[in-house]
């Protein structure tokens, strides 16, 4: 999993971004500090395998991971050059989802490059900024497909859906709330790779007296939420600078620390809750003696697809799938054990993949 993370410059991007990798992106009180996009990849925490690796004494326990693109703050004119900011969006036409860091704090020390605290405002600007952007894009293929158009029905299709997107867009719609007609437009749509047809995960930063209670009491934080719901958009709550302070410590240090603080859980584990539900992953597990490890598919996943993510030839020569809850499995002490309780299923090509699932593909090629 891929995720881009955008922002008006000081906002909190970059120090979010050093917590989440712990990659030390430069981050500065003054805009465009970050010329070059900066990419961490970070391990998603998942205790079963912790569990599963001690109880098979795996030489190597392998979590799954999400790499993060963090680009330069964006400003009013982005689209058209201003700050430089055309050429960071190229940087994120990749990602999966974009984590859009949104300013609810209020700090004499760091300055708004619009003077003052809106995050509405501030979110309205992003929001054209990236959809100038993918107008941009659909011109160019426009151009491209006009002329050819006449002579080519398929392209003929693509030219009437590109003209629907650009005056969907152009009334300052996102790409995403496009209503396609059927699946060869849906796949077209996909394959621009439009910044604005992209899920968007919005962290709202606030000061550290509102992390306690979830920015329940602030007014921004109330905002941004409402328009995530209006909008099919996943919100959490983080405070950048706590993060940071937290990604210095170890891990019992960091548990001490988020109780002090009234927290269950750390911005980056609240970040990746909301992006699986976003995007509709889950993850299944795989455990042995030489390795312990975690996979990321989409849910509904079927079983020979899941095989297909450690290698196309488990896919290719699917005969079963050995499967075990990883809470049935750690509670027999070994897959014999369960075996034996008759917790472990031999499923076929069917069988949809389950969150937890301990598996064991049996191939042939």
């Avoid at 030489?59 to 693109?69: G, H, L, R």
């Avoid at 984590?99 to 209020?106: D, E, G, N, P």
């Avoid at 899920?199 to 409402?226: C, H, M, S, T, W």
């Avoid at 988020?258 to 990746?272: A, N, P, Q, T």
Wanted: aromatic residues 6%; contains cysteine; proline residues 2%.
């Amino acid at each position: 999993m891929k995720l881009g993370i955008v922002g008006l410059p000081n906002v909190g991007k970059s120090t979010l971004f050093n917590s989440l990798t712990k990659a030390g992106a430069e981050s500065a009180n003054y805009p465009f500090c970050t010329i070059d996009p900066n990419v961490g990849v970070v391990s998603v925490p998942d205790e079963r395998l912790k569990l599963l690796g001690d109880m098979y004494h795996s030489k190597k326990v392998t979590p799954a991971v999400i790499e993060f693109v963090d680009i330069a703050g964006l400003v009013k004119g982005a689209s058209k050059g201003e700050g430089l900011g055309n050429q960071f969006l190229s940087h994120i036409r990749e990602v999966d989802a974009v984590v859009h860091v949104v300013r609810c704090f209020q700090d004499e020390n760091v300055v708004h490059v619009d003077g003052n605290i809106n995050p509405m405002r501030d979110i309205e600007t992003i929001n054209l900024e990236l959809i100038f952007s993918d107008l941009e894009i659909l011109e160019r293929r426009i151009a491209k497909t006009g002329k050819a158009a006449k002579m080519d029905k398929t392209l003929a299709k693509e030219a009437a859906l590109l003209q629907g997107l650009k005056a969907h867009l152009e009334a300052g719609k996102n790409a995403g709330s496009y209503e396609t007609e059927d699946e060869d437009e849906q796949a077209l749509l996909n394959s621009y790779n439009l910044l604005t047809a992209k899920p968007v995960i919005f962290a709202a930063n606030v000061g550290e007296d509102d992390l306690a209670n979830d920015g329940a009491d602030n007014e921004g934080v109330k905002a941004v939420r409402a328009f995530a719901a209006e909008n099919g958009s996943e919100v959490f709550v983080i405070c950048a600078q706590i993060e940071q302070e937290i990604s210095e410590l170890d891990e019992d240090e960091k548990a001490m620390f988020l109780e002090d603080l009234g927290l269950k859980e750390s911005g980056l584990e609240k970040l990746i809750k909301a992006s699986y539900h976003l995007l509709g992953l889950q993850s299944f597990l795989t455990a042995g003696e030489d390795e312990t490890r975690a996979w990321t598919i989409q849910i509904g996943t079927k079983a020979p697809q899941a095989a297909g993510k450690i290698h196309t030839d488990f896919e290719r020569g699917f005969i079963k799938a050995e499967v075990v809850n990883y809470k049935d499995l750690l509670q027999q002490g070994s897959l014999a054990a369960a075996r034996e309780k008759g917790l472990v299923g031999m499923e076929g090509k069917d069988y949809v993949v389950k969150d937890g699932d301990v598996i064991l593909f049996r191939f042939n090629v």
